[in-house]
């Protein structure tokens, strides 16, 4: 029986929680040299794609911009534009958001990456209902929650439109003009979101459409990713969760018409190497110390209680009161779940362990990673996608740009010996080194 093909990507650490800033080797969040380094990284090791996040507003808590948010957010397209002139082959994706855009704007944008890179663009589509956030821009945060995918729904169908707009068989090209406006289709939309009339001002790029991610969790979610994506990225790091995730929405795919394999699932993941065991889990556990310093972990755990505990020891015991239900204690940031819900899972988790709140909150907010020897996380890796857990995985070094060479050096070429990862690119566009059809 045939090994399922390793996919792997790599995701710039900037503003999260993962990021070590104190370590005497992290480097700048915005200057060139960094994005270069970690884009060329990754493509020396093969990997399929440069993953950017967007942030189109600086998180505040009590009243104050968030400390990991004061690095700054540079522009996602003109990141990934200038990187598409110092790499040749790794994929470019980025996250543009469907709330506070428009769809001829995006998809002018997405074809021009896809044009100057020869085929390397990819969109990871998210959506917004914070007003927060929307304030920032003319129309504010006008979106109710519910709405969110609706217009999401419209907006992919808009620029497709404009994509598919420039018919490539009947628009003749001489010395690089296109001189038969008659191939070029007008653009005519209206809907609930959006009234369109016009025409694209550029045709598709080499992939035709770029390759399409998205990252929701819930139902709609779902269902958006399975209708329209390409590649899912998710935060189900456990292999049994993983499992059911991936099943999920191979389901929702198929029953929508699509081949399963046409939508490859992407957890995000980090990883700890040393040269024994022992080793990796004493650097792993110095890493998240890093990560979760006492004061992070006070900030941390306000945005669960949506109260001040400035009080608070970071290694005395939990508060013994419920959190505030609505809080607005931090902004632009997600409180995830019934915060009464969440706080008596780090109650519980704190009991059973004798664990202070900087010691819960480490455990409780660990994202799933691979821990040991370059040889057990090869082996891991393989496992989770030979189980159907995922397809592959979006790495997050938790050093800025040098976090990722360890990996290329000493985890890759054991997936090449297993063979179950390439030895070398088996196309130039994205969608061909993905496995996904024209």
């Not at 970071?314 to 019934?338: A, K, M, N």
């Not at 819900?341 to 009991?351: C, D, H």
Request: charge should be negative; hydrophobic fraction near 40%; aromatic fraction near 10%.
């Amino acid at each position: 029986m045939s090994r399922k093909p390793i996919h792997l990507a790599a995701h710039f650490p900037g503003v999260n929680n993962t990021t070590v800033w104190t370590d005497p080797t992290s480097g700048s969040q915005i200057e060139f040299e960094s994005f270069v380094h970690l884009a060329q990284t990754a493509e020396r090791g093969l990997f399929d794609f440069f993953f950017l996040a967007e942030g189109l507003r600086l998180r505040e808590h009590r009243g104050r911009i968030y400390d990991l948010d004061v690095v700054g957010r540079p522009d996602t397209f003109t990141v990934l534009a200038a990187l598409a002139a110092v790499t040749d082959r790794i994929g470019l994706t980025g996250t543009i958001n469907t709330t506070f855009n428009e769809p001829f704007e995006v998809a002018r944008q997405f074809a021009t990456l896809d044009h100057l890179s020869e085929g390397r663009a990819g969109w990871n589509i998210v959506t917004s209902s914070d007003a927060f956030t929307g304030a920032n821009f003319r129309r504010g945060g006008f979106l109710a929650h519910a709405d969110r995918y609706a217009r999401a729904e419209e907006f992919v169908e808009v620029a497709r439109r404009f994509w598919d707009s420039w018919a490539p068989d009947a628009v003749v090209r001489e010395n690089g003009v296109y001189v038969d406006p008659a191939g070029i289709g007008r653009v005519e939309y209206t809907g609930t979101h959006f009234k369109v009339d016009g025409f694209a001002t550029l045709p598709a790029g080499p992939q035709g459409h770029p390759v399409l991610l998205q990252a929701g969790d819930s139902d709609e979610g779902r269902n958006f990713g399975a209708r329209h994506a390409d590649a899912l990225f998710t935060l189900h790091g456990s292999l049994e969760d993983g499992q059911r995730y991936y099943a999920d929405v191979k389901a929702r795919a198929r029953r929508l018409g699509r081949d399963p394999n046409q939508l490859k699932v992407f957890p995000a993941a980090t990883f700890v190497l040393g040269d024994t065991a022992d080793e990796a889990r004493d650097k792993a556990r110095h890493v998240r110390r890093q990560q979760v310093s006492g004061p992070t972990a006070i900030a941390m755990l306000e945005q669960i209680w949506g109260r001040e505990l400035s009080d608070y020891d970071p290694d005395g015991p939990l508060p013994d009161f419920d959190p505030v239900v609505d809080s607005d204690i931090t902004q632009g940031r997600v409180r995830h779940g019934d915060p009464v819900a969440v706080a008596r899972r780090f109650r519980e988790r704190a009991e059973a362990q004798n664990l202070s709140i900087r010691e819960v909150v480490i455990a409780m907010t660990s994202r799933e990673q691979f821990v040991g020897t370059a040889t057990h996380v090869a082996d891991e890796i393989d496992r989770y996608v030979q189980a159907d857990a995922c397809d592959g995985f979006i790495l997050v070094p938790h050093l800025t740009p040098h976090g990722l060479d360890e990996f290329v050096d000493k985890v890759v070429p054991l997936l090449q010996e297993r063979g179950v990862y390439r030895t070398e690119y088996p196309g130039r566009m994205l969608r061909e080194n993905l496995g996904l059809a024209g």
